[in-house]
């Protein structure tokens, strides 16, 4: 085994670690400032590496929830996801065991469907 290949295998300080390199971002709803039940985003998160992706969410008082997965084909990972349930849930990407940073996401009633959809 090579020293560079050493050093990869034991995961040497300074080294890269594949995670989210950022924050989960799901583009500005149409109601620009909550999203809607029954709609539909499309979320993207900027990854420093290959591999799955996973797309979680959570509610406060209630277990993470996956919301789906993705392998990143080039420097993002993205998903589309419906949000079912109204409320406020902490949203955030996997990869590699690695947790990325978590964004709040603010959840109401959805009128319309798919894209032609708004929230109040």
Same mark, same amino acid.
């Given at each position: 085994?090579?020293?560079?290949?050493?050093?990869?295998?034991?995961?040497?300080?300074?080294?890269?670690?594949?995670?989210?390199?950022?924050? @989960? %971002?799901?583009?500005?709803?149409?109601?620009?400032?909550?999203?809607?039940?029954?709609?539909?985003? $499309?979320?993207?998160?900027?990854?420093?590496?290959?591999? $799955?992706?996973?797309? !979680?969410?959570?509610?406060?008082?209630?277990?993470?929830?996956?919301?789906?997965? %993705? @392998?990143? %084909?080039?420097?993002?990972?993205?998903?589309?996801? !419906?949000?079912?349930?109204?409320? %406020?849930?902490?949203?955030?990407?996997?990869?590699?065991?690695?947790? #990325?940073?978590?964004?709040?996401?603010?959840?109401?009633?959805?009128?319309?469907? #798919?894209?032609?959809?708004?929230?109040?």
């Amino acid at each position: 085994m090579t020293a560079a290949v050493a050093l990869g295998v034991l995961g040497a300080p300074g080294l890269a670690q594949a995670a989210p390199a950022g924050t @989960v %971002d799901a583009g500005v709803p149409l109601s620009s400032v909550v999203y809607g039940t029954g709609c539909v985003y $499309t979320l993207r998160v900027p990854v420093n590496s290959s591999g $799955t992706v996973t797309f !979680w969410e959570k509610r406060q008082g209630s277990p993470e929830h996956l919301i789906g997965s %993705d @392998v990143p %084909d080039g420097a993002a990972a993205t998903l589309e996801w !419906w949000p079912r349930t109204i409320g %406020d849930r902490l949203v955030y990407a996997k990869q590699n065991g690695v947790v #990325g940073p978590s964004t709040v996401l603010r959840v109401r009633q959805g009128y319309g469907s #798919g894209g032609m959809c708004f929230a109040v």
